[in-house]
T-cell receptor, first 112, second 117 residues
Framework: AQSVTQPDIHITVSEGASLELRCNYS??????LFWYVQSPGQGLQLLLK??????LVQGIKGFEAEFKRSQSSFNLRKPSVHWSDAAEYFC??????????FGAGTRLFVKA | KAGVTQTPRYLIKTRGQQVTLSCSPI?????VSWYQQTPGQGLQFLFE???????NKGNFPGRFSGRQFSNSRSEMNVSTLELGDSALYLC????????????????FGEGSRLTVL
């Protein structure tokens, strides 16, 4: 069955430190992959997307993600975290069908 | 360009009642998807509509239904509400369809927060 897995339920990072959020997918073919961010009480905002081509994709707010086919992973990274990055992050996938599947989410806490 | 608009933003109902939620997609978007978000279950896919046709449906009971109008606006309805239906209901639109590659990129509204007492 198609699935997207985020193994970390929550992560705490110090402000200014680097961040990596993990995402693994299980699909028959390489899906289109996305990272979304959700602030409390809000909808989801797209951070970045991977369709094809370069395996390192740049997104908004200084985020980037690397697609690794051999590891079925699409990890999100940021070199220096800001307090305003505290939110919940969702990885998602779609193979061109009518249903986008989301991971369970990783809540990011940023400590001063 | 206006974003996805969901109404109402907040509502409180009691068990056994029914509720209708509305979603207006981004202008030009013809696909609308609905998701239920709860702390325990995360984002669960409810259904997706395109040109007034339901193309995909998640694993929810028949109490959950939806429809799409000719102007692409969509509504979802939950009948005979249960306590477990308390959730944030998110609507997302997409530019999938004729002339567009269906990539699954979604644009979300802020959601309708339903509390069932």
């Amino acid at each position: 069955a198609q699935s997207v897995t985020q193994p970390d339920i929550h992560i705490t990072v110090s402000e200014g430190a680097s961040l990596e959020l993990r995402c693994n997918y299980s699909y028959g073919a390489t899906p289109y992959l996305f990272w979304y961010v959700q602030s409390p009480g809000q909808g989801l905002q797209l951070l970045l997307k991977y369709f094809s081509g370069d395996t390192l994709v740049q997104g908004i707010k200084g985020f980037e993600a690397e697609f690794k086919r051999s590891q079925s992973s699409f990890n999100l990274r940021k070199p220096s975290v800001h307090w305003s990055d505290a939110a919940e992050y969702f990885c998602a996938g779609n193979t061109g069908g009518f249903k986008t599947i989301f991971g369970a989410g990783t809540r990011l806490f940023v400590k001063a | 360009k206006a974003g996805v608009t969901q109404t109402p933003r907040y509502l409180i109902k009691t068990r056994g009642q029914q509720v209708t939620l509305s979603c207006s997609p981004i202008s030009g978007h013809r696909s609308v998807s609905w998701y239920q978000q709860t702390p325990g279950q995360g984002l669960q896919f409810l259904f997706e509509y395109f040109s007034e046709t339901q193309r995909n449906k998640g694993n929810f009971p028949g109490r959950f239904s939806g429809r799409q109008f000719s102007n692409s606006r969509s509504e979802m309805n939950v009948s005979t509400l249960e306590l477990g239906d308390s959730a944030l209901y998110l609507c997302a639109s997409s530019s999938t369809g004729f002339g567009f590659v269906n990539t699954g990129e979604l644009f979300f509204g802020e959601g309708s927060r339903l509390t069932v007492l």
